[in-house]
């Protein structure tokens, strides 16, 4: 996978925990299907709708991941997320999700 490029965005599957960020007044937990990935951020699946700019952590991938939510749409499913991840554990130099279609 050593020729992805940092905007190419791609098809993945992968579970994560998702939740707000320690000291957060409104305080949330939930797993997410992360969906398609790209260099600065991801599409994930919800159970739970979480507001336009909101901090994230995803502490499912290395010792945790920083990230803030661009849009929340609610779908048949539950909510769809569009995340910023600005990490260099992010992708691809970082976190790669196991299951991924280019």
Not at 35 to 54: D, H, M, S, V
Request: proline residues 8%; aromatic residues 6%.
């Amino acid at each position: 996978m050593s020729n992805l490029e940092a905007s190419e965005h791609v098809h993945c599957l992968d579970l994560l925990r998702i939740s707000s960020p320690a000291g957060a007044a409104n305080r949330f937990s939930d797993c997410a299907i992360l969906l398609e990935i790209w260099g600065l951020g991801g599409l994930l699946q919800t159970n739970i709708a979480i507001p336009e700019n909101t901090e994230i952590s995803i502490p499912s991938i290395g010792s945790g991941i920083p990230a803030k939510v661009v849009s929340c749409q609610q779908d048949d499913f539950g909510f769809m997320i569009e995340i910023l991840v600005n990490s260099p554990g992010w992708f691809p130099e970082g976190y790669l999700p196991p299951q991924m279609l280019q």
